[in-house]
C-alpha cells in the first residue's frame, strides 16, 4: 500500500512562526534592551517587522516543501527549501508513535504526530506538527500496529499480534486517573515552584533595564519609605502568587492523567490545555523507581517513574518519564502488581553501607562548608556562625544520604536505593544492565570498602546507579551476580 504525497494541514505555518519568534525573541531581547537604552526605538521596529517577514517568508515555504508518504513499510518525508533533505524510516525501527494537542491544535481539530525510533540516533525520529485528527489516528494505526490502512481511513487486514489495544474490552484494562486533590498537592510541593522563582528574578533583572531611572530611583525611595515589614508582606505576596502558579501548572499540565496497561505497553494521557497521549513499549523500559522529596517522604507520597531506553535527547523532557505524578508509597506494591507486574518491589531487606563508611558521607557533605567555616574564622570571626550552621545542616543531609543507600537483591533484578535531596529507589532487571564497575582508593582498600557503578539505558546517554562505601563482600555478590547470570538472546535484543 502506498499513498500519495501529502502536505501538512496550513496550521504548521502558524506552529513554525511562533516557534521561530520563540528562538529569536531569546537573541534579540538584550540587542532590544541596548537600542531602547540609546534612544533608537524606531530603528528597533523597523528590524523587528524585517524579521518577522522574513520569518512569515520562510514559514510559508517551508510548509510548501514538507511532504510525507506512506509506503508498505516505511515512512517517507522530504523537507527543505534550498537544501531537500529526504528522510525514510522503516515502521520495524518505530518505538513510539504520540498524539498530543496544544490549545491552537484543538481550535483547528489538529493533532502533532511525534515519531520515535529505536535507534541512538535523534535524526531517525520525525514529527509533524499539524494534521488533522483522524490523519493522526490513521497514521498511528498504520504505523505502530501495522495494520493495512486505506486512504479513507478503514483498516483492512490487520496483522493479529499487533491489534490487542483495539480488540480489549477498556473497561477490562488496568487503568487509574489521579485525583484533582493529589494534583494539587504534586503541584504545591514540586520543583517548579523554585523554577518559576528563578525566572521571575531573571524576568525582573531584565526589566530593570527597561525602566526610567527617574521612575526607578523614585520606585527604590517609596519602597524604602514603606518600612521593613511593608517589603516583608509584599515578598510574602509574591512567594505566595508564584506558588499558586505552580500549582496551576501542574494541574493543567497533569489533568486527568491517566495510565492504561496494555499487553505490550502502557499508555498515559494528561494535559488540560494541551493534550498528550504517551505510548511506552513495556521492552523499553530499562528500570522502575520511585522518588520521594524530603516533603513527600514526610507525607508518605511518591512520585513513580520508569527509565526508558530512547533516542530523544530533548533538553525539554525528564530524564526519566513519570507514569504517576504522586501516589502513596504504601500503595506502590499494588501498582506495580496492576501494572508492571514483571518487576518485585521490597524495601525491607535492604542491604545498607557498614559504619565505618558513615566517615565518607559526612566528609563529602561538609568539606565544602568547613573551608568556608574556616576562612571566615580568620577574616570575619564574629560571622562564623553562619557557615557553622549551614555546615551543620549539610551534616544532617550527609547523615541522611548514608542511612539511605542499600540495595537488595534477588534472581533476576537488583533494587536500588540512593539519596541526593530526594530518595530514589530505582528496581532494575538484570537484563537491562549495560555495565558494571566496581572503584577502590587506598583507604577503601584498607577498610574492605568498594563503590559499586550500574549503568543502563536511557534517553540519549544513560544512566548510572552508583552505591557508595559498600563491604567488598558485597559489591563482590553484585559483581558475580552480573557477571555469571546468563543472558538470553532475547534479552539481549531488546
Do not use: C
Not at 499487553?263 to 520511585?290: D, H, N
Not at 496492576?338 to 518485585?344: A, T
Not at 518491589?345 to 573551608?371: C, F, G, V
Not at 533484578?413 to 555495565?435: L, Y
Amino acid at each position: 500500500m502506498m499513498s500519495n504525497p501529502k502536505r501538512l494541514h496550513p496550521a504548521a505555518i502558524l506552529f513554525d512562526i511562533i516557534r521561530a519568534l520563540k528562538q529569536s525573541i531569546l537573541g534579540i531581547l538584550p540587542i532590544a534592551i541596548i537600542v531602547i537604552s540609546n534612544g533608537a526605538s524606531f530603528y528597533l521596529m523597523i528590524g523587528a517587522a524585517v524579521i518577522i517577514v522574513l520569518i512569515i517568508l520562510s514559514s510559508v515555504l517551508s510548509w510548501l516543501r514538507f511532504t510525507y508518504q506512506l509506503e508498505e513499510d516505511q515512512l517517507r518525508i522530504e523537507r527543505g527549501i534550498i537544501v531537500r533533505k529526504k528522510r525514510t524510516i522503516s515502521k520495524h525501527r518505530i518505538q513510539s508513535i504520540d498524539l498530543s494537542q496544544n490549545v491552537i491544535h484543538r481550535i483547528f481539530g489538529l493533532t502533532k504526530v511525534a515519531i520515535e525510533t529505536a535507534g541512538n540516533d535523534s535524526s531517525t525520529d520525525a514529527a509533524l506538527s499539524a494534521v488533522s485528527m483522524e490523519e493522526g489516528r490513521r497514521l498511528h494505526d498504520e504505523l505502530k500496529y501495522k495494520k493495512q490502512v486505506s486512504e479513507a481511513g478503514s483498516p483492512e487486514v490487520p496483522e493479529e499480534a499487533d491489534i490487542e489495544r483495539t480488540e480489549l474490552d477498556e473497561s477490562s484494562l488496568p487503568k487509574r486517573t489521579i485525583a484533582l486533590k493529589a494534583l494539587i498537592i504534586t503541584g504545591s510541593t514540586s520543583a517548579s515552584f523554585g523554577i518559576l522563582i528563578g525566572l521571575f528574578g531573571a524576568a525582573f533583572s531584565q526589566v530593570e533595564a527597561l525602566i526610567p531611572d527617574q521612575f526607578y530611583n523614585d520606585a527604590v525611595r517609596l519602597a524604602l519609605s514603606l518600612g521593613m515589614q511593608i517589603m516583608i508582606i509584599f515578598a510574602i505576596i509574591v512567594i505566595l502568587f508564584l506558588w499558586i502558579l505552580s500549582i496551576l501548572y501542574t494541574v493543567i499540565k497533569d489533568w486527568n492523567f491517566t495510565i492504561t496497561r496494555y499487553e505490550k505497553e502502557l499508555f498515559i494521557t494528561r494535559g488540560l490545555l494541551e493534550k498528550k497521549q504517551t505510548t511506552i513499549p513495556l521492552k523499553r523500559i530499562q528500570a522502575v523507581g520511585i522518588k520521594e522529596s524530603p516533603i513527600h517522604q514526610l507525607f508518605g507520597f511518591a512520585r513513580i517513574y520508569v527509565e526508558i531506553a530512547s533516542a530523544n535527547t530533548d533538553n525539554s523532557q525528564e530524564v526519566n518519564t513519570v507514569i504517576f505524578p504522586l501516589l502513596r508509597k504504601k500503595e506502590f506494591t499494588s501498582f506495580l502488581s496492576e501494572f508492571l507486574p514483571e518487576y518485585n518491589y521490597s524495601s525491607e531487606n535492604l542491604i545498607h553501607p557498614p559504619k565505618k563508611a558513615l566517615p565518607y558521607y559526612l566528609w563529602r557533605s561538609i568539606n565544602i562548608p568547613l573551608l568556608a567555616v574556616i576562612i571566615t574564622g580568620i577574616f570575619f570571626s564574629s560571622y562564623i556562625w553562619i557557615p557553622v550552621i549551614i555546615m551543620l545542616v549539610f551534616g544532617v543531609m550527609g547523615f541522611a544520604v548514608f542511612q539511605s543507600i542499600g540495595y537488595a537483591i534477588d534472581a533476576q533484578q537488583i533494587t536500588v536505593q540512593t539519596r541526593i535531596i530526594s530518595k530514589d529507589t530505582a528496581i532494575i532487571p538484570h537484563r537491562r544492565i549495560q555495565a558494571l564497575q566496581q572503584k577502590q582508593h587506598l583507604l577503601h582498600r584498607k577498610q574492605s570498602l568498594a563503590t559499586l557503578d550500574m549503568a543502563i539505558l536511557n534517553k540519549g546517554s544513560g544512566r548510572h546507579f552508583v552505591i557508595k562505601e559498600l563491604r567488598t563482600t558485597d559489591s563482590d555478590y553484585i559483581a558475580d551476580w552480573y557477571s555469571y547470570q546468563e543472558k538470553t538472546s532475547s534479552d539481549i535484543n531488546h
